[in-house]
């Protein structure tokens, strides 16, 4: 079944056509990998769908509802969440904090709940503040859970910002990058994460990667960006063998003299 | 002698932040408050209305905190609040209309038209950020000065409106500085405990997520557009309480009680105390408002002394004096009541 499809969307800035006419169709409980060169609109994308930039052309469907004209924090409560390639953390915040932000769309309490204290808000509170807890020992960070976020190290902040979106229990994730910066032995950690993400609590996965042994070792289906057109689509083998990727990445003439060793 | 100032704020801090420390320090700091206006000393009357002053300040302080400290947004025109709050209750309670109602039904509508103005003036600039939501506020703090000051008829313009009435309080007319100094004293713990619990509810961590990153706080589900206008009519609420509460202590006001210095020294007492921190308030509002007059004896030189100090204090310790602190809220093992399925880690990565 089709979680999110994206019909004809094309983002302009100015005459750059960041997205160009870009189709998607990602199915439920899959794990999906956009990859591309620097500039080939895989980010950009990412915020078309979360609805920071509205797409001048196109539509976004997320479960069959449409997302146009949708401001972020509404389709925040519809069940996407998302990661940034820079992380971006509350950094003044502690790390319990940054989840219970996380965890705004399934609270309900009000400012007059919270002057009052009423009953329901209390408890609201208390299995909040569990839940949150839960969530740092899911991402294994034990002991830091009261450190401020910026003077947590790298590979914590990594996995705080999994634990903050995992905090709204998303249908569907969208992660930049997430091994960015990690060592091989690191990004095999995080690969086996992201699949446990996907089996044990049946997140989808769209995920945008440049280390191909993650993005080839992981991923269902890939899809293909060069200057925000799609240019492949399939399972990884495909893509390892395909002459238009391999240009894309390498350039023309390449694609025939490296053949299909590696990308 | 930066190195010695600063080591010395962070002892006493360290020492007063054992919850048992900061209760002692609380208990004798509102102790001495409450019993100030008992001792029979000369100059009584002068502290008493000092105090009292400062209390007022505390209010403001807290209302700004919450737009400036916690959802970070440079508000430059907070005098604004407090004049609406003022101008409500004078022209509510006074000979002017020869309008009388009660002080205590006009102070929360006083409040509610502050927080009103505070929606309106977020409207238009929710999508301004730092410098130029600074400037827009700014003119509109100076905008509502003129309209008190040029609305003749609605205002009595610069002559101000004097005869406020006084409110009663089970038959008792509050008029003495010391009634109102326990009144203030009075809305100033109920101001402290509400931003508390403000600032530790969804509703502050989704100002506190706004002021961090805005955008990342949108992507994870904080209606921006609601929690700035949230914050705005909050603070204005605050304002306009201490505004009224102010205009029926004086007994008269002039549209100069409203300038753009208040909105300066509400600002400065926040940054110099440490933006977002309650306690931080409290001090910076004794720093701001009490120490000037208790440097009064230094004539001339006061405010040179003063403004000294305050370079100090921004070079020794620019977070200001009590930083803003973050709860511990991990908990242990044992207090988790069924831990989830803690074994998926990404353990040795970092």
Redesign the interface.
């Given at each position: 079944m089709t979680i999110l499809a994206s019909n004809n969307v094309t983002k302009r800035f100015g005459g750059l056509v960041a997205v160009d006419q870009f189709d998607l169709d990602l199915q439920e409980l899959s794990i999906h990998s956009i990859i591309g060169p620097n500039g080939a609109g895989k980010t950009t994308f990412f915020n078309c769908v979360?609805g920071?930039y509205p797409p001048e052309e196109g539509e976004i469907h997320f479960n069959g509802t449409s997302l146009k004209g949708m401001?972020?924090?509404?389709i925040?409560?519809l069940g996407i969440?998302?990661t940034?390639q820079n992380i971006?953390?509350?950094?003044?915040?502690?790390?319990?904090?940054n989840i219970?932000?996380?965890q705004?769309?399934k609270?309900k309490?009000?400012?007059i709940?919270?002057?009052l204290?009423t009953p329901h808000?209390q408890k609201e509170?208390k299995e909040?503040?569990?839940e949150?807890?839960?969530?740092?020992?899911?991402?294994?960070l034990?002991?830091l859970?009261?450190h401020?976020a910026r003077n947590?190290?790298?590979?914590?902040q990594?996995?705080l910002e999994i634990a903050?979106?995992l905090?709204?229990k998303p249908k569907l994730m969208l992660l930049d990058e997430p091994t960015a910066g990690?060592n091989p032995?690191?990004s095999a950690?995080?690969m086996?994460?992201i699949r446990?993400l996907r089996d044990?609590l049946e997140i989808t996965i769209l995920l945008i990667e440049h280390d191909m042994r993650v993005v080839m070792g992981i991923s269902e289906i890939i899809t293909v960006l060069d200057y925000g057109v799609k240019i492949a689509e399939g399972p990884p083998e495909e893509i390892q063998r395909n002459p238009r990727v391999i240009e894309a990445y390498l350039g023309r003439g390449a694609a025939s003299g490296l053949g299909q060793n590696s990308i | 002698m930066k190195k010695r100032f600063s080591s010395l704020l962070e002892r006493i801090n360290e020492r007063f932040s054992s919850p048992i420390g900061r209760w002692v320090l609380i208990g004798i700091v509102v102790g001495l408050i409450l019993i100030l206006p008992m001792i029979n000393f000369q100059q009584r009357a002068f502290w008493v209305r000092v105090i009292g002053y400062t209390g007022l300040y505390i209010i403001l302080g807290l209302g700004l905190n919450v737009v400036v400290g916690l959802a970070g947004l440079l508000d430059l025109g907070y005098v604004a609040f407090y004049a609406i709050g003022a101008y409500a209750y004078a022209l509510l309670a006074s000979g002017h209309f020869d309008i009388h109602i009660s002080f205590w039904l006009v102070l929360p509508f006083a409040a509610l038209l502050a927080g009103f103005a505070g929606i309106l003036l977020g409207i238009p600039v929710l999508r301004m950020r730092g410098d130029y939501l600074a400037i827009v506020t700014l003119g509109f703090g100076e905008i509502i000065r003129m309209l008190v000051t040029n609305l003749t008829d609605l205002t009595n313009g610069s002559q101000g409106l004097i005869g406020i009435d006084s409110p009663y309080l089970f038959g008792l007319e509050l008029k003495t500085s010391t009634h109102f100094y326990y009144m203030i004293f009075i809305f100033v713990i109920i101001a402290i405990f509400?931003t508390q619990?403000?600032d530790r509810?969804?509703?502050?961590?989704?100002w506190?997520?706004m002021r961090?990153?805005e955008?990342?706080?949108?992507?994870?589900?904080?209606?921006?557009?609601r929690y700035k206008l949230?914050s705005f009519a909050?603070g204005a609420f605050i304002g306009g309480l201490g505004g009224a509460i102010f205009a029926a202590w004086q007994g008269s006001i002039f549209p100069d009680n409203f300038n753009l210095m208040v909105s300066v020294n509400v600002l400065c007492l926040i940054i110099i105390g440490g933006m977002g921190s309650i306690p931080g308030v409290v001090i910076g509002s004794f720093a701001l408002i009490t120490l000037p007059d208790i440097l009064r004896q230094f004539a001339d030189y006061r405010l040179l002394l003063f403004g000294f100090l305050l370079v100090v204090m921004m070079i020794a310790r620019p977070e200001g004096f009590i930083p803003s602190r973050?709860?511990?809220?991990?908990?242990h093992a044992e207090e988790?009541?069924h831990?989830?399925?803690?074994e998926?880690?990404?353990?040795?990565?970092?």
């Open positions: 979360t920071f401001s972020p924090d509404r925040a409560h969440a998302r940034y971006r953390l509350f950094s003044n915040m502690t790390a319990i904090e219970l932000v996380g705004h769309p609270l309490a009000s400012l709940d919270a002057i204290h808000y509170e909040a503040h569990e949150a807890n839960r969530l740092v020992r899911f991402v294994g034990v002991g859970g009261d401020l947590l190290p790298y590979g914590a990594r996995r903050r979106a905090a709204s990690m032995q690191e950690e995080m086996r994460f446990n044990e | 509400v619990r403000l509810s969804r509703v502050g961590r989704s506190i997520a961090e990153d955008d990342a706080a949108q992507m994870v589900g904080v209606n921006t557009t949230l909050v973050r709860r511990q809220l991990e908990l988790l009541a831990a989830g399925p803690a998926i880690t990404t353990e040795g990565g970092a």
